[in-house]
């Protein structure tokens, strides 16, 4: 391997780190998670985790600043549902079939709040839940079960990648080379996980 690629691959690093210790990395995450809240179906842990793994000493910054991101836009998207907005936002939804909104509206009604218990492992994007969360549930429980919720799969998220990447840390000649190639695979799992995750929704039924 010659100097020039290691080079490349050093600077990808160090720009990484540097990004992610800077301001602008939880004003991202804040942004990715108030916009994931009600219009956005990407998770805000697709950023977060990345973030955290090159710069674990700012784990806690960035869940915070992912959260509370998510949890205006959650609220955005509760108002939402009160108005004639909610239902067309919902029904455009990009990444989002009707399964997920048949269920998520079943689980509110069943449970109210508890309802969003549901959320952070089925699939179903938190926007689902707040454009239809208006009529089953007050907005101070929405935003309390919310928190607990969401912020506890960020939490686990953020350790994880914050535990990798301070043990991968240690051997960083080792990480300066093989970055390139975790960034490839990392999109490519998120992205082969986000289409599993379609079809296991999808009612073949109604479509064969």
Same mark, same amino acid.
């Given at each position: 391997? +010659? $100097? ?31 916009? %994931? /809240? ?6 805000? %842990? ?23 991101? $998510?949890?205006?836009? /959650? *609220?955005?998207?509760?108002?939402? $549902? ?8 919902? %029904?455009?939804?990009?990444? =989002? ?12 009604? &069943?449970? /109210? ?5 549901? &959320?952070?492992? $089925? /699939? ?11 009529? +089953? !549930? ?9 928190? =607990? ?22 051997? %960083? ?9 975790? !960034? ?9 996980? *986000?289409?599993? =995750? ?11």
């Amino acid at each position: 391997m +010659n $100097s020039t690629t290691i080079r490349r691959r050093r600077t990808l690093l160090v720009w990484s780190r540097d990004f992610a210790e800077s301001p602008t990395a939880p004003r991202l995450c804040f942004l990715w998670g108030f916009l %994931e /809240g009600f219009v956005w179906s990407i998770i805000p %842990e697709f950023v977060l985790f990345p973030l955290a793994f090159v710069a674990p000493r700012r784990a806690r910054v960035l869940v915070g600043s992912t959260l509370a991101g $998510s949890l205006c836009g /959650g *609220l955005v998207a509760y108002i939402l $549902s009160l108005t004639f907005a909610g239902p067309l936002l919902l %029904e455009r939804a990009w990444l =989002v079939i009707d399964q997920m909104r048949d269920s998520a509206a079943t689980w509110l009604e &069943q449970s /109210g709040a508890l309802g969003l218990i549901h &959320q952070p492992f $089925s /699939g179903v994007p938190y926007k689902v839940f707040g454009l239809q969360a208006g009529p +089953n !549930m007050d907005p101070f429980s929405f935003v309390v079960v919310s928190a =607990v919720v969401r912020g506890g799969r960020m939490a686990v998220a953020v350790l994880v990648a914050a535990a990798v990447g301070w043990t991968l840390g240690r051997f %960083e000649r080792a990480l300066e080379i093989a970055l390139p190639t975790l !960034m490839v695979l990392y999109v490519l799992v998120f992205t082969v996980g *986000l289409m599993v =995750v379609l079809l296991l929704w999808t009612d073949w039924s109604s479509v064969l």
